[in-house]
């Protein structure tokens, strides 16, 4: 058994994806010298190499794959899957992963599993369908299994410095064919933590009732260091950016702590927080949905809750 | 120019699905089922399309029971000309409906109908794969733009903004394409009365799935197996605190998460 890992990064860093991917891997082989990894960009900065190595890092580094199109990518992928015989190659089930994966499946004429959030065997695995509402126990008889890996579901396994840096090969490509064009990006800079890696969530629902009001939830995702999520509600209200979804639609998020302002807890919207090991719901409708299945449910009205609950944590942080 | 956009009827989003006992699946008779959402947005952007006279026609196929003939007939009276069902009715092999296999058979739509565009839902809220559009594309060697929030057509290409992680990135793809819909894309029109009448003169061809498969030499990949499919583990129901210093408390000293 041989897997691939597809690396996900800006070209300046890792996706910290990668380290989930490798917990997943090591769950289906646990030697992990048959981990390898293959990662294509545009003057890929040497220190994401630098923290790459186990078996093979497979590089491919020219200005044709600086923004990693799918149309560009796909056949120097399969060559190398088809070539290196690799068991299972694994992307992480990001906006990156899921566009280029079935591409490649397609091309390989074999099928992709979606979304695997526990390895049951080499071949048999478990994904969420109905957005987690059920889950299907799938087995995989094609020779090469390619899997994209939710990677809330599996704990980061960090590769140790000492690895020796033995196995990169650089790849080659000068074929080109330009049939898709970048133009460009605009990716919404944030100091906050990832949505679908941050291991806080404060999210926000139409109780905020205005953009302006959305404020205190970004005060208190700042003294949590948590990441900042909505409700389709609030961003269709335009309260947020459409990035900050959060539900069956948006993003899954699965982190140890969510935290529900002001959310009454469609059932699109708790399919993709279900996953989270502690809900807190804060809301003055003790009937609301959300109430029912959170952790801990402070009915309160939350212009007040929120600000005090920031002192409170403020004090905690200072002791 | 031709436009395709394949369409899949599924449990409506708003209804609580139930795990059969026998693990085997979900429940669907006698349950609501509805145009998969992302599928109607799909229907949607090509009528608007066709509207703004950027597309000669708009023909959406479904590959499903026969009863899929109520979501192409909205999508008809949304303003759709023709209609195909690849009926799967009374067919066993359930491989069918896996994603390569569909992506297999609407590259065979789409040679046939010469289609210069199709255009797809991110994914189907039952299955939840988000694969076949960017199979399609594979298999056809077209480009793709998936998940898209915004789509214009000039000459022979068209212009994408696409939602991914952290934000928005912009594409400019040749045509043919493949493009697959966002939330945002659109808001899907309601069919009026009058539409939905003329709908129902509307061409809908019913082609058996076995005859469609054989005649296009289509091999049905059967390697992915679901073995069985069960329920979410259910939530310990939790516990009301009084107030923010109770929350807090619970938080720090319980919990030890803040």
């Not at chain 1, 491919?60 to 796909?74: A, C, G, R, S, T």
């Not at chain 1, 399969?78 to 091309?107: E, M, Q, W, Y």
């Not at chain 2, 599924?10 to 085997?24: E, F, G, Q, W």
């Not at chain 2, 733009?145 to 000039?154: A, K, M, P, V, Y």
Request: hydrophobic share 40%.
């Amino acid at each position: 058994m041989s897997i691939l890992i597809v690396v996900e990064h800006d070209n300046n860093n890792l996706k910290s994806s990668v380290f989930n991917l490798i917990s997943a891997a090591k769950e289906i082989n646990e030697n992990i010298e048959d981990i390898n990894f293959f990662i294509a960009g545009h003057n890929i900065n040497q220190t994401i190499i630098d923290k790459l190595s186990f078996g093979q890092v497979y590089i491919i580094n020219n200005q044709n794959f600086e923004h990693l199109l799918p149309e560009e990518l796909d056949d120097i992928l399969v060559n190398l899957i088809k070539d290196k015989k690799f068991s299972h190659v694994l992307f992480p089930s990001s906006t990156f992963g899921k566009n280029l994966s079935p591409r490649l499946a397609a091309k390989l004429n074999i099928n992709q599993l979606s979304d695997v959030v526990e390895v049951v065997s080499e071949d048999t695995f478990i994904r969420p369908i109905y957005a987690g509402n059920a889950f299907a126990t799938c087995k995989l008889n094609d020779e090469i299994k390619l899997l994209t890996i939710r990677t809330t579901a599996f704990e980061p396994f960090y590769i140790p410095n000492e690895t020796s840096k033995k196995g990169i090969v650089n790849l080659d490509s000068s074929s080109v064919k330009a049939i898709s064009r970048f133009i460009k990006e605009e990716i919404n800079k944030s100091e906050r933590p990832e949505l679908a890696q941050a291991k806080i969530v404060v999210s926000g629902g139409r109780g905020l009732q205005s953009k302006e009001n959305f404020k205190i939830i970004e005060e208190l995702a700042e003294v949590l260091n948590a990441a900042i999520g909505a409700t389709r509600a609030a961003v269709d209200a335009g309260y947020v950016p459409n990035d900050y979804q959060v539900g069956q639609t948006g993003k899954i998020v699965a982190p140890e702590l969510y935290i529900a302002v002001g959310i009454s807890g469609a059932i699109q919207h708790l399919a993709g927080i279900k996953d989270s090991k502690i809900i807190v719901a804060i809301n003055k409708d003790p009937d609301a949905p959300i109430m029912q299945i959170a952790d801990y449910a402070l009915e309160a009205d939350l212009f007040d809750a929120v600000p005090k609950l920031c002192e409170e944590i403020k004090k905690l942080k200072s002791n | 120019m031709n436009i395709l956009v394949p369409i899949k009827r599924v449990i409506d989003y708003r209804v609580k699905i139930r795990v059969k006992p026998d693990k085997s699946g979900v429940e669907t008779k006698h349950v609501k089922m509805s145009m998969n959402p992302f599928d109607e947005i799909a229907v949607e952007e090509a009528i608007k399309l066709k509207e703004s006279g950027k597309a000669n026609s708009v023909i959406v196929v479904s590959i499903g029971e026969n009863k899929s003939q109520d979501i192409i007939r909205q999508a008809l009276a949304m303003g759709a000309d023709e209609g195909i069902l690849i009926s799967t009715e009374n067919y066993e092999d359930s491989s069918v409906f896996n994603p390569l296999n569909i992506a297999k058979m609407l590259e065979t739509v789409i040679k046939d109908k010469k289609i210069d565009l199709a255009i797809l839902g991110k994914q189907a809220i039952d299955s939840d794969n988000n694969q076949v559009g960017q199979m399609l594309a594979a298999l056809l060697n077209w480009p793709q733009g998936t998940f898209i929030s915004e789509l214009d057509i000039f000459d022979n290409k068209i212009k994408i903004v696409r939602e991914i992680d952290g934000g928005l990135q912009y594409l400019e793809l040749n045509l043919p394409a493949i493009v697959t819909t966002d939330l945002r894309l659109n808001q899907p029109r309601y069919p009026s009365m009058p539409n939905i009448m003329k709908a129902k003169r509307k061409p809908l061809e019913i082609i058996n799935v076995d005859d469609f498969l054989a005649k296009n030499n289509i091999e049905i990949n059967r390697n992915l197996e679901i073995l069985e499919v069960n329920p979410p583990k259910e939530r310990i129901s939790g516990i009301k605190v009084t107030d923010v210093n109770d929350l807090v408390n619970k938080l720090h000293n319980d919990k030890k998460i803040i």
